[in-house]
C-alpha cells in the first residue's frame, strides 16, 4: 500500500509544526501548531491549511508547546470529528494552552482594531474560545507505550521524549511500516525529565533540528550561577527579574531555587511566580509529579514534603492587583513571570519598573528571537521601549543557557545512532535552516545516510 508523507509545517523553521501521513485508507496528522513570526506570513500559513480537516482520520499530539498544538482549534473551526491523540499531561496543559491562546487573539484583535480605526484596518482572532473549547473536548488521553488504533489499519504509542511534561515521541504502524516522529526531543541529561530512549525497528524517522549545529552548556553549572546571582541580589537588596515560559522553564528553575532554600546555599529571598498560567501549569506538574526523574535526595525529600515545586514558600500571584503591589516593594526578591521574550504581558510592568535600576537583574533563561525585547536586552542594549516609552537600561543582564529543554547535537546525534534498527530514511524539521544544514552535515560526517530536509509543502513517497 502506497504511503506519503507531506511537510505542512516547521520545515525550515521552527513553528507549525503539522506534518500528514496518509494511505489509501487514513489520514492522520501528527501535530497542529501555529506559525509565530511576522504576523502578516503567519496568519497566511495559519489561515490557509494545506489538507482538507474534515477528511483526517485522527491527530496524534506530541506535547502542548503552542508551536505543535495552537492551531487545532482551526481543525474544528473546518469541521474536523478527529480525535486528538495525547498523553495525559499533554491532555491538562494543552486545555489551558489553547484557552489562553484564544483569549489572547481576541485581546490582540481588540488592540489592532482599536489602534487602526482611523485607516480602517481590522483584523480578527483565527479562532473563537468556542473553536478552542471543541477542540479540547476532542483531546484523547492515553498512558505513553499504551497501543491504540488511531484509524483503520494504524497502531500508534507515545513514548517519553524527555522535552517537557507529557511530551511524546509518536510512533505509527502502518501497513507493516513503523515511522517515529520525535516530536521536540529533550535532552539526554535534563534538570527534570527522563531520558527519552530510541525505540526499535524504525524505517523512516522524522525528528528535530532546533539545536542541529550546537552545543548546550551542562546542567550540572545551573546551581552554581544561580546561588552567586542570589547571593549576590541579598547584599544589594535588589531585584532578580527572570521571563520565563510558563511550560517546564518556570518549573526548572523554581525547583532550582526551592533546593537551594532548602540547603539553606541562599538567605531567604522571596520568590514570586508572577503568572497566572504558570501557576496553572505548576499545578499541573504537581498531579504528575511520578512523570520527573529527580535525584534520590530530592525523590525523598518529596517523599517527607510532597511539595517540590515550593507551594508552601514560593508566593504563587495570580491577581494583577497584588502582581502591581510588587512594583511598590523593596528587594531582595526574585521575580519569574512571562511572556518568555518579553513581547508581552506581566513581565513588562517588571521591567518598565526596574530597568533603570542599577541593583536589578534581569537573567535570561530562554531562547530570544530576533527583534524581540528580551533579544535587545541579551544583546546589551542599554535604551529599550515598553509600551512606546524608552527606558534606560541600567540593571545588569546575565545570560544562562543551561536551561534549554531541547537536545543539542551531541544528543540528537546520539539518539539517532542509538536506534536499533537504522532507519531507511530520516527527515529532519522544526530548525531553522542554519541549524539544520549543520544536523544534516554533521551526519553526512558520520555516515549516516538517507537524510532530507523537506521544505514546505514538500511530499514523500514512503516504501
Ligand atoms: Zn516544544
Given at each position: ?135 479540547i473536548r476532542r483531546l484523547t488521553p492515553h498512558a505513553y507505550a499504551e497501543e491504540f488504533e488511531p484509524a483503520r489499519g494504524v497502531k500508534a504509542r507515545l513514548l517519553n521524549a524527555g522535552h517537557v511534561l507529557g511530551s511524546a515521541m509518536v510512533q505509527v504502524d ?290
Amino acid at each position: 500500500m502506497p504511503l506519503k508523507i507531506s511537510f505542512h509545517g516547521a520545515a525550515g523553521g521552527v513553528t507549525g509544526s503539522r506534518h500528514l501521513l496518509e494511505t489509501d485508507q487514513a489520514r492522520v496528522l501528527l501535530d497542529c501548531g501555529l506559525y509565530q513570526g511576522h504576523r502578516k506570513e503567519a496568519l497566511e500559513r495559519n489561515k490557509n491549511l494545506a489538507f482538507r480537516p474534515r477528511e483526517l482520520d485522527a491527530v496524534l499530539l506530541s506535547h502542548a508547546h503552542i508551536d505543535h498544538s495552537g492551531a487545532l482549534p482551526l481543525l474544528s473551526k473546518a469541521g474536523s470529528e478527529a480525535l486528538i491523540h495525547c498523553t495525559k499531561p499533554t491532555h491538562e496543559i494543552t486545555g489551558i494552552m489553547l484557552k489562553d491562546s484564544a483569549r489572547l487573539q481576541a485581546e490582540d484583535a481588540k488592540f489592532f482594531n482599536k489602534i487602526h480605526k482611523e485607516d480602517g484596518q481590522t483584523i480578527e482572532p483565527l479562532y473563537s474560545e468556542e473553536d478552542a473549547e471543541s477542540a479540547i473536548r476532542r483531546l484523547t488521553p492515553h498512558a505513553y507505550a499504551e497501543e491504540f488504533e488511531p484509524a483503520r489499519g494504524v497502531k500508534a504509542r507515545l513514548l517519553n521524549a524527555g522535552h517537557v511534561l507529557g511530551s511524546a515521541m509518536v510512533q505509527v504502524d502502518l501497513d507493516g511500516r513503523r515511522v517515529l516522529f520525535t516530536g521536540d526531543l529533550g535532552r539526554s541529561k535534563s534538570l527534570l525529565m527522563e531520558t527519552p530512549i530510541p525505540p526499535g525497528g524504525v524505517d523512516t524517522l522524522i525528528i528535530e533540528s532546533t539545536y542541529g549545529g550546537r552545543l548546550h552548556e551542562p546542567v550540572a553549572d545551573i546551581e552554581g550561577k544561580l546561588k552567586k546571582l542570589l547571593l549576590r541580589c541579598a547584599q544589594e537588596k535588589g531585584k532578580i527579574i527572570i521571563p520565563s515560559f510558563a511550560l517546564e522553564r518556570a518549573q526548572e528553575i523554581i525547583v532550582v531555587l526551592e533546593k537551594l532554600r532548602r540547603e539553606g546555599a541562599v538567605p531567604p529571598i522571596p520568590v514570586y511566580v508572577d503568572s497566572p498560567m504558570a501557576v496553572s501549569v505548576t499545578e499541573v506538574f504537581n498531579r504528575h509529579l511520578d512523570a520527573f526523574s529527580f535525584d534520590d535526595e530530592f525523590m525523598a525529600y518529596v517523599a517527607k514534603a510532597g511539595d517540590p515545586f515550593g507551594f508552601e514558600h514560593i508566593h504563587y500571584v495570580r491577581a494583577s492587583e497584588e502582581s502591581k503591589k510588587l512594583n511598590e516593594m523593596d528587594g531582595p526578591m526574585v521575580i519569574l513571570s512571562a511572556s518568555g521574550m518579553c513581547e508581552g504581558g506581566r513581565i513588562l510592568h517588571h521591567l518598565r519598573h526596574n530597568l533603570d535600576k542599577e541593583n536589578t537583574t534581569v537573567l535570561i533563561v530562554g531562547y530570544q528571537a530576533a527583534g524581540t525585547l528580551g533579544r535587545r536586552l541579551a544583546d546589551g542594549e542599554r535604551k529599550v521601549k515598553i509600551f512606546g516609552m524608552e527606558q534606560e537600561v541600567w540593571a545588569k543582564v546575565e545570560l544562562m543557557h543551561a536551561f534549554s529543554s531541547h537536545a543539542g547535537q551531541d544528543d540528537l546525534t546520539g539518539f539517532i545512532r542509538g536506534l536499533p534498527q537504522k532507519p531507511k530514511r530520516i527527515f529532519l524539521v522544526h530548525g531553522d535552516s542554519d541549524q539544520r544544514q549543520a544536523l544534516a552535515e554533521k551526519l553526512a560526517s558520520e555516515g549516516v545516510g538517507g537524510v532530507e530536509c523537506p521544505g514546505f509543502g514538500d511530499s514523500f513517497d514512503l516504501l
